[in-house]
């Protein structure tokens, strides 16, 4: 059977749609290829060790290194990612961090409160610095970058003035009720467990994201976030309460931070009222180079959970290779700035 020339022309087009759409399918995974690429260079670019002369990078003492190392970046990248979903950005979680850093030295060491009640605490402050910007944002039509920038302000001055304006440890005032060394529970959360080798606060992280992609993948709350973020007017014409999902989700976010700010205390041995200074732009950048969308409706937890290797990968190897931090910082900016023009691209944005 002969084709026309009309017939040649339209199997041309199908045929042209068909590879559009594998490339489009594709350009879903750019993260992990982008990981995939990361991780090559890493085995490459690195050093080997004397005793296996295998690359340091890949042993496995390093990977858990990593981990633990940005497990703190990786919390907050959970709450952003959430956030982000929902079409906004939140600029406070770096401080909301160190107030609950601060706040949960001064309870246990200044104190002297117990492990579970300073955390109950230290949550319910994260939750109520997140529900004030959402309701910022939802109920009095703030900007979210202007609403979480002031929040940002607020937690980092409200964490400088609890502690005084130093950093909160042991003998750091007379007053304080542990003068001699921190919590046993400081040091428990910073070795690694029986076994398996992970750390709490490693371990911490790697539960809430699981539950949190969870949480995204199959319920309504997950649903809703996602219609909020990809058309809100639609949200909302669709019986969605857009307002509360907002609050809700800048709650979580801050939660999470809070969370952070645990495990930085620990972490530093100390309440530092200037820790998690730019962390937030950290976790933007890993929310964006795994591949959420800025513009909202699009990513999940995966692709957060890749970008935060991404970032501690790289990170490392410079760190291995002896780069200063300050190439380091520009390296990072380069790849944010081309994750965002990636997505721009993605989405036909001239």
Known sequence: MSTTPDDSELIGNVEKQDWRQWLKGLDNYRGLFAFGIVFLLGCLFTPKAFDTHLPVFISWRTQLD????????????????????????????????????TLFSLLTIGYGWGIASASVVVLVTGLIAGTISGVLIARFRMQPFVATLAMMTAARGAAKLISGGIKVQPAAMPWYKLQQDTPEFFRWMTKSLPGIGLKPASLLFIICILVIAVIVAKTVYGRKIYAVGGNEQAALLSGINVANIKVKTYALCALFAALAGIVNACRQDIGDPEAGATYELDAIAAVVIGGTSLSGGEGNMLFTVVGVLIIAYINKILSLNAIQIAPRMIIQACIIAAAVLIQRRKRGVS
């Open 66 to 101: 990593i981990l633990f190392e940005y497990c703190e970046y990786g919390l907050l990248a959970t709450g952003m990612t959430l956030v982000i979903l929902t079409g906004g950005i939140d600029l406070s979680v770096g401080s909301v961090l160190g107030l609950s850093a």
